[in-house]
């Protein structure tokens, strides 16, 4: 029940408002001179070049800029730490690209629980693409594809032993640069984990996703033009950062503030290392930036596979990637909503049975709540989803071709297999369909305003450059694109602040005064809690003017680009709209490339080797509800262990037989399991087979009634339900 009074406490009023306006006072202080902190760390990281943000330090292996299509690119490689292992050359290298969205490069590992942390913590070399602020002249979208390119061959040649191919990591925009490296050279990476990475542009939830209209709103990519002929022929990465405070301006305006004025006494340091990255703006080309609003945030050219390179000679087809792909999104992401993140995966593939013709493995991941920066920063994300899902690579290449949910749970002490786990989480798998992912979003029928859009943009585009953009290049220079710059609203809030402003100049002596005599308000002072309960108000009242203001934004696009007049004045009609959200129709290549397949694996029902009948006989067997976990997978690499040497088979061997067995059943499965006694054809064999498999299933405790009808179906076929007959003796 509430207190009555505010005063129930037992302080006096008078003595109660005293202490708090000496807090309040001492706290507004050291606020101000923490602000003077952040401005001058602002300056000095400037004059330094703006280096990465990384808690690490390293050596740069390669320099974009001196490739023969340069770039403002470079790959280092990580040093660990005193405190943790030293990198195993044999294991398989890490590589993180970091988004460059408007921030320097770091935030995979600015932090030692982070994505490069839990790498070096595992002994893997650990290398990180970083950039340069400034980019080079000329450079374009498509000389950053060919430097990262440039990087992944370098990383194979630093580790021609390795027992696996590179992970490689895109944060958020830099999920999909690693699309299109992975699509344009498939056979230099591993596994690839996207991470926040949005890659349909155009999906969406209906009142939940306001980001996604910004760009119909704006009349199309005709302003990310203006901005870069502005900037003369460069555009300035603040202007995205401007964007992204705007989507939440109770933070922007007063929570991030308040929260810092609040805690003033413990959260100076943490405030300082993320504002280093938050404040430090990169530039890119004009073209640049052009590429990536026509072809992605308007266009949504990369999900439908009309990214093509200048000289129409090369397409990105995500269906070119031949190595698993893991994605890591969260329901409380309003930057990369899960839609975003997931609905390429419909775009690709109609259904799962192509995901599994064309034999890629796609697991997602998906957090209940964390917020962008939260995936990238977040220490419990690390220890949690990242560590897990990292851990679980050789599972996750390890599964049959298809779609799965990456579910984490806690472990608990009666948990059946619990010795099979590997630390303080499972980690299992569930099968998925396509329809899945669509039933994450409400229909995509809204996505056909935004193919309107594309085609206004397209218009728009036309005009400003013919008539627009001369105007304003005539009238650009330099100096007052410097001045542009500087004055925009994401730095002139950081150097106003520094010892660059003369009234700052008495803060950081009177900041030392305050600390000498900090006398901090009890927390049960009333005034201390109606200052807490007026700032939560303060941040509902924000919230309701973004809520409002973002479901304006929602009606006026949809009464502008849902209108039929104006997507026939585009030249679209109702027959045009939606084509990309239909399923594509079976081609005859896929049906002929299936046919192909079905031609190759005919003679492998009744022939193979050893591993093939006992992977064919383990797929058989598994649980009705098709979910995969660590705990089977772990005990198999322990049995195979206990093999002679030159009867274990290697994980690759593994990898390919589970994946070649897993398309044979899919196939034709009673023509399959017919055929196992002649890949088992020993008595013996069949006996540590099915013993093999008995111990597998039931590690995830007994097995279940579906599970023992199919060990029964195998053992009535190895003809081991019939009585051994006595050994003779001689």
Same mark, same amino acid.
Request: proline residues 7%.
């Given at each position: ?10 302080? *006096? ?11 309040? *006072? $001492? ?93 070096? @913590? ?53 999920? *999909? ?16 984990? /996207? ?58 305006? *007063?929570?991030? =503030? ?23 703006? +990169? ?12 072809? /992605? ?42 839609? @975003? ?31 962008? =920066? ?37 472990? $608990? ?28 979003? !409400? ?17 728009? &585009? ?27 609203? #994401? ?16 803060? &950081? ?33 924000? !919230? ?12 006026? +696009? ?7 007049? =104006? ?13 990309? &959200? ?21 003679? @492998? ?23 995969? !976990? ?36 899919? =196939? ?5 399991? #017919? ?6 054809? $020993? ?7 099915? &013993? ?39």
């Amino acid at each position: 029940m509430r207190d009555p009074s505010p005063f129930s406490s037992g302080m *006096w009023p008078l003595q109660a408002a005293f202490e708090y306006s000496v807090d309040a *006072w $001492q706290r507004y202080v050291l606020t101000l001179d923490v602000l003077r902190e952040r401005g001058n760390q602002y300056l000095e990281h400037s004059r330094s070049g703006k280096p990465p943000v990384l808690a690490f330090e390293y050596d740069v292996v390669m320099d974009a800029r001196d490739l023969p299509k340069p770039a403002n690119y470079a790959l280092v490689r990580i040093r660990p730490d005193a405190g943790q292992p030293a990198s195993d050359p044999k294991k398989r290298p890490f590589v993180v690209i970091d988004p460059r969205a408007g921030h320097g490069p770091g935030i995979g590992g600015f932090k030692m629980d982070s994505e490069i942390g839990i790498a070096l @913590q595992q002994g893997h070399p650990c290398y990180f693409v970083m950039f340069y602020p400034d980019p080079v002249p000329g450079q374009t979208i498509e000389c950053v594809c060919a430097a990262e390119i440039a990087f992944m061959r370098k990383v194979n040649e630093l580790h021609p032993d390795a027992d696996n191919k590179p992970l490689v990591i895109g944060n958020c925009q830099g999920g *999909w640069a690693l699309i299109m490296l992975a699509s344009l050279a498939p056979q230099e990476v591993g596994p690839l984990l /996207l991470a926040g990475s949005p890659v349909s542009y155009w999906a969406g939830v209906e009142g939940r996703n306001p980001m996604r209209y910004s760009g119909g709103l704006l009349g199309g990519t005709w302003m990310a033009s203006l901005a870069g002929d502005m900037g003369h022929g460069k555009f300035d990465g603040a202007m995205l950062v401007n964007n992204f405070e705007g989507l939440n301006p109770s933070n922007t305006l *007063w929570g991030k =503030l308040y929260n810092l004025y609040s805690k003033v006494d413990t959260e100076r340091d943490r405030f300082l290392e993320f504002e280093r990255w938050w404040g430090g703006h +990169f530039l890119m080309n004009k073209e640049e930036m052009e590429w990536i609003t026509r072809n /992605l945030f308007v266009g949504n050219r990369l999900s439908a596979g009309k990214v093509e390179s200048f000289d129409g000679k090369h397409r990105v087809d995500i269906r070119n990637i031949r190595t698993p792909i893991v994605v890591f999104a969260s329901w409380g992401d309003n930057i990369t909503p899960p839609q @975003q993140a997931l609905n390429w995966i419909p775009d690709t593939y109609a259904s799962v049975e192509e995901i599994c013709l064309d034999e890629q493995t796609i697991v997602y991941c998906l957090h209940e709540k964390i917020g962008h =920066l939260g995936i990238f920063v977040s220490a419990g994300v690390a220890r949690r989803e990242t560590s897990e899902l990292v851990s679980a690579l050789d599972l996750i290449e390890t599964l049959p071709p298809g779609l799965y949910e990456a579910l984490i749970t806690d472990t $608990q002490p009666d948990m059946p297999g619990l010795a099979y786990v590997k630390g303080r989480y499972l980690i299992e798998f569930a099968e998925r369909t396509t329809d899945d992912i669509l039933a994450l979003d !409400d229909g995509r029928k809204d996505e056909q305003a935004f193919e309107v859009v594309d085609r206004v943009s397209q218009v728009n &585009q036309h005009l400003y450059d013919t008539f627009a953009s001369p105007v304003v290049k005539a009238m650009s220079n330099e100096t007052a694109a410097h001045a542009l710059r500087i004055m925009n609203p #994401a730095r002139m809030e950081r150097w106003a602040f520094s010892n660059l402003n003369p009234w700052m100049y008495g803060v &950081q002596a009177l900041a030392a005064k305050v600390r000498e005599e900090r006398k901090p308000a009890a927390p049960d002072n009333p005034f201390t809690r109606a200052e807490h309960e007026m700032s939560g108000r303060i941040e509902k009242a924000l !919230d309701d003017v973004r809520d409002s203001r973002d479901a304006t934004a929602e009606r006026m +696009f949809k009464t502008i680009y849902e209108s039929p007049w =104006l997507a026939a004045a585009v030249g679209l009609d109702s027959a045009t709209l939606g084509r990309r &959200q239909v399923p594509k129709p079976e081609t005859w290549e896929q049906e002929e490339l299936r046919r192909l397949k079905r031609q190759a694996v005919d003679s @492998q029902f009744e022939q193979g080797s050893l591993l093939d009948g006992w992977a064919r006989m383990l797929l058989y067997a598994r649980k009705e509800d098709k979910i995969v !976990d660590e705990r089977p997978y772990n005990l198999v690499r322990e049995l195979i262990g206990a093999l002679a040497p030159e009867r274990r088979p290697t994980p690759a061997a593994l990898k390919a037989a589970i994946k070649r067995q897993a398309f044979i059943l899919a =196939l034709d499965e009673p023509r399959a399991v #017919a055929g196992l006694p002649a890949l088992v054809p $020993q008595m013996q064999q069949r006996r540590d087979a099915m &013993q093999a498999l008995r111990q597998i299933t039931s590690v995830r405790g007994k097995a279940s009634a579906y599970q023992e009808e199919r060990l029964g179906q195998l053992s009535t076929l190895f003809s081991l339900d019939a009585p051994r007959r006595p050994r003779r003796v001689a």
